[in-house]
């Protein structure tokens, strides 16, 4: 028999359950996830550092976990919410079970609570703190554990998931996994340096499928540092929090505008570059979390996947040189930008679809024709000059 476990949110609401994962008590921002499946994906997301995630689909863990398909080192979120658990998985793949896995991890979890009402409290009332316990069932007592916690407004995560040290990625995407042709790389390769916010493994694999040489630095790397890896490109990487906290992210960012390179942000990249230019970020009622997110703005619609609590004013960039590209097709709010005049765009989604569909993997492309278009205007000096 499971051990009992509660889930108390910063209202006051009481939701009991059973505990899978870890014993303990575990306090963060519950946000909910609209996926079918990638629950190790997104278990594993630097994105979700700081946040209980309750997972919509019904039934978690029946595919286990295969270490192949971890997106990061570790799990990065607090703790998760199901309404069913699969102990036993079913997947040749498979090495371990959800709940053996979060339990490794230290990392509780609570099922057989009504994930619908969950969902629509959070929908209704917003994202707020709430804890998960095994250890403190007095939902009085774990209600002001809750309520001493800090807002998600105000935090800079993305330091403490980001790199220590600069490290250089080459794995492509795995043959079996490739969905596109074999792309001929550049001589010498496009070099991009990635500036890592919490990036994802499979958006650096999608960099180096498309021939680029990939540098990956941590988040406070200062600018002069970036650019002298004498990159042919920049790329700012996904992360947890508050973008208008990452402080040093956002002048890094101003100061590598100078340099007119192709620039290429995604999701809290994306609302770096936005500050970087002069725009204001905001605090979503409930955020974009799940791989079915309509994003566009003429005729042509993306299904994204997408994994963000805040966005980027549209008033506020009314005096910024950049022009809207892609709104989220649910709720209008800004989902891309470029440039005006620069080499420079970015999408509040992760076109590299892990999870999710591929849609939105041309801006991979798009980001190689710019940096390909540079080297030309921009050659490297000889070898043998």
Same mark, same amino acid.
């Given at each position: 028999m499971a051990a009992p476990a509660i889930l108390v949110l910063a209202d006051g609401s009481v939701f009991r359950g059973f505990s899978f994962g870890a014993p303990g008590t575990a306090i963060?921002?519950?946000?909910?996830?609209t996926g079918m499946t990638g629950y190790q994906e997104v278990l594993t997301d630097p994105s979700y550092c700081g946040q209980i995630v309750t997972f919509t689909y019904p039934e978690l863990g029946n595919t286990g976990i295969t270490?192949? #398909?971890d997106e990061s080192d570790r799990p990065h979120v607090r703790g998760a919410i199901a309404r069913n658990i699969c102990t036993v998985p079913s997947n040749w793949r498979s090495r371990q079970s959800l709940p053996d896995y979060l339990s490794a991890h230290r990392i509780p979890g609570i099922y057989g609570i009504d994930t619908r009402a969950l969902t629509r409290k959070i929908r209704t009332v917003g994202a707020m703190n709430g804890g998960i316990s095994t250890e403190i069932l007095d939902p009085l007592q774990l209600l002001q554990e809750v309520l001493a916690a800090p807002s998600m407004q105000g935090q800079n995560l993305a330091n403490m998931v980001s790199t220590r040290t600069p490290y250089e990625w080459t794995e492509p995407t795995p043959p079996a996994w490739e969905f596109r042709p074999p792309v001929t790389p550049e001589e010498p390769p496009l070099t991009v340096v990635a500036l890592d916010f919490g990036v994802k493994r499979n958006i650096l694999r999608r960099l180096a499928s498309y021939g680029c040489r990939v540098i990956v630095v941590p988040s406070d790397t200062p600018a002069e540092t970036v650019l002298s890896y004498n990159p042919d490109g920049i790329f700012l990487s996904n992360g947890p929090g #508050?973008?208008?906290a990452v402080v040093e992210g956002i002048e890094t960012a101003r100061q590598l505008l100078a340099a007119q390179r192709p620039m290429f942000g995604i999701c809290l990249g994306h609302q770096l570059l936005g500050l970087s230019?002069?725009?204001e970020?905001?605090?979503l009622k409930f955020g974009h979390r799940g791989l079915n997110q309509p994003a566009g703005l003429t005729r042509e619609v993306e299904i994204t996947s997408q994994n963000h609590g805040f966005a980027i004013s549209?008033?506020?960039?009314?005096?910024t040189p950049v022009a809207v590209t892609h709104l989220n097709l649910n709720d209008k709010t800004i989902a891309g930008l470029k440039h005006q005049t620069l080499p420079i765009f970015s999408v509040?989604?992760?076109p590299e679809a892990s999870p999710g569909p591929h849609d939105a993997d041309y801006l991979f492309g798009e980001f190689v024709? @710019?940096?390909?278009?540079?080297? @030309? @205007?921009?050659?490297?000096?000889s070898a043998t000059g």
């Open positions: 963060g921002e519950v946000v909910f996830n270490p192949e #398909d #508050d973008p208008a230019l002069g725009a970020t905001f605090k549209k008033e506020s960039l009314e005096k509040q989604y992760h024709a @710019q940096m390909r278009a540079y080297r @030309q @205007q921009h050659p490297r000096p």
